[in-house]
């Protein structure tokens, strides 16, 4: 009787995985929303945050879990981001240190700017448990739109994200 359970648990975790690797979330072209959001990670991300912002489909843009080491200037500087839009429209959040303290984070700055829609911006691979735990956290009068950046993750960080996934998504179970 056990090894059946754990003969299905392990069939369905490895579909689960198979799914989860060939039907990444994908980019979102159109649709405007009053900020976009981009945690910090894999690259792709901020050039993709800035592209929204200066096609006016985002009025801010808010680079969460920046390190706090890192100036306005020099962020600029890297991604060659205008004085004029750096100063109206861009905030470096240094408090989230992974993804939960990004939802959190986010949702901070949300509520302190009064904001209803956000484009959340990160990898395809960190789109679900990203927009999960962020999800979470968002009143849910706010429209959360998925914009996933194209990226060519490996079979360990597909791994790895799934894995991660499934924990976040149990996480609040175990805990009742």
Request: charged share 25%; net charge positive.
């Amino acid at each position: 009787m056990i090894r059946r359970i754990l003969a299905g648990a392990v069939i369905f975790w490895l579909l689960g995985f198979v799914l989860f690797s060939v039907a990444l979330p994908q980019p979102v072209d159109e649709g405007k929303t009053d900020a976009v959001v981009v945690p910090t990670g894999s690259g792709g991300r901020i050039a993709r945050g800035l592209e929204v912002l200066r096609r006016s489909q985002a009025r801010k843009m808010l680079v969460t879990g920046v390190d706090p080491e890192v100036k306005p200037k020099e962020f600029a500087a890297q991604f060659v981001v205008e004085p004029q839009l750096m100063q109206c429209c861009v905030t470096l959040g240094a408090e989230a240190a992974d993804t939960r303290g990004n939802a959190l984070e986010t949702a901070d700055w949300m509520r302190r700017e009064k904001l209803h829609s956000l484009r959340l911006v990160t990898s395809d691979w960190h789109m679900r448990r990203a927009a999960l735990e962020l999800r979470r956290e968002l009143p849910d009068d706010i429209e959360l739109t998925k914009d996933a950046v194209a990226t060519q993750p490996t079979l360990r960080t597909l791994f790895l994200e799934y894995n991660k996934l499934l924990a976040s998504f149990l996480a609040p179970i175990a805990m009742r």
